[in-house]
């Protein structure tokens, strides 16, 4: 027996009523019973012949990638992206896009977390006003079809063979990465070609581009031109990184620039930002915070000088002018991939490449001195 959804094959996850055998690993989904067939799902098609609408033309060097990963397209193979933070990823699937459009074929971003997902559909219906733009997340699942669908890897479940571009965005973040039901979700719905997307690829990732059994576009260079932000590293114990902490804040307020803390724990939240909020305009923000879209919109508009938060932040997120901090760098959750997009928030505007990222900790883990090695190389190779 093999589930004809996600190819279970395992006998114990397998379940029977009523005279027939159902999958009970995707059954999350919805259910399938096995020796059906799954049909194919239907979607509306259009041919639109337009290009997207820029607030800032792309660099040489995100033209020349865009049409490199369209060429690759093209060919019939799927292609990796690897972009450093900021360098505009986003924007190098927009020549891919369109191809893909004029030819009345259907195209999907799908990405991991649903933070992401609102933001990046509203980023696209600003490039693309002439195109309908939906996004297919948790709450947001009425409406279905566009000429653009934007959603949380999790919803590809509804488009069997639907797609023949799939963008994935974030595939080496939670709960993409590893998650072996996701990447069937992923194979059954596209049956044209995947772009991947990322600016940390996992280890498998690497070797499947060393042995050139994935085809790579790399893109290391933002679009402003300026380098990228290597952190200054400063070792202490949790008192002493307080004080450089304090220190960093009030440089940075001083200056007008806001400051993204970033902490392990959601406790830690709680207490450092009552602490911060003695001295300066902070709050604290982590998974579970309710009211994590207003707080979030009160830091754009400038209103906190502050926030406080977890990995929650880590990607996705563009915040003019805002400098960053890690406390307790060395803690396990901050992973090499996960200080090089913290750190990749930093600096990522036109009006202000420039910041400052410090990683405070009380010894520098691994992942602290490989993360710092791999964002120089990114700014010599460039
Ligand atoms: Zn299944």
């Known amino acids: 027996m093999k589930c004809p959804r996600c190819q279970n094959e395992d006998p114990r996850l397998f379940g029977y009523d009523k005279g027939t055998y159902y999958c009970r690993k995707c059954i999350a989904f919805s259910r399938v019973n096995i020796g059906d067939t799954i049909a194919p799902c239907v979607l509306s098609h259009r041919v639109w012949k337009g290009h997207p609408s820029l607030e800032y033309e792309l660099t040489k060097y995100q033209k020349a990638c865009s049409l490199q990963a369209l060429k690759i397209l093209q060919s019939g193979k799927d292609v990796f992206v690897y972009a450093a933070a900021g360098a505009g990823k986003t924007e190098i699937t927009f020549e891919s896009i369109c191809a893909y459009l004029s030819q009345g074929k259907k195209v999907c971003f799908a990405i991991s977390r649903r933070q992401v997902v609102l933001e990046i559909a509203a ?67 596209c049956k044209g070609q995947k772009m991947y997307l990322s600016a940390t690829p996992s280890l498998s990732m690497l070797e499947q581009m060393e ?51 970033f902490v392990p724990r959601k406790e830690d939240c709680a207490w450092l930002s009552f602490l911060l909020n003695r001295f300066f305009k902070a709050r604290g923000i982590h998974s579970q915070t309710k009211e994590k879209d207003e707080l979030l919109d009160r830091f754009r508009n400038r209103e906190l000088d502050i926030l406080v938060c977890t990995t929650l932040l880590e990607r996705g997120i563009t915040i003019g002018s805002v400098q960053v901090a890690v406390l307790e760098a060395q803690h396990a959750v901050f ?29 520098a883990s691994p992942s602290v001195r490989q993360c710092v090695r791999i964002l120089r190389q990114m700014n010599d190779s460039v």
Request: with cysteine.
């Open 211 to 261: 042995k050139k059994t994935m085809e790579v576009v790399q893109l290391f260079q933002r679009p402003h031109g300026k380098p990228l932000i290597v952190p200054q590293v400063k070792e202490g114990s949790l008192f002493r990184q307080l004080i450089l902490l304090f220190w960093f804040c009030v440089k940075c307020i001083r200056a007008h620039k806001q400051v993204l803390v």
């Open 335 to 363: 992973t090499t991939a996960s200080l090089i997009q913290i750190f990749g928030r930093v600096g990522r505007t036109f009006k202000d490449p420039y910041g400052k990222g410090v990683c405070l900790c009380r010894y």
């Open 123 to 189: 980023r696209l219906r600003k490039a693309f006003p002439e195109l309908s733009v939906v996004e297919v997340a948790q709450d947001y699942t009425s409406i279905t079809d566009a000429d653009l669908i934007v959603c949380t890897m999790h919803q590809l479940y509804r488009y069997p063979y639907g797609f023949d571009l799939l963008i994935l965005d974030e595939v080496d973040a939670f709960p993409y990465a590893g998650n072996d039901l996701l990447e069937k979700l992923v194979e059954l719905s």
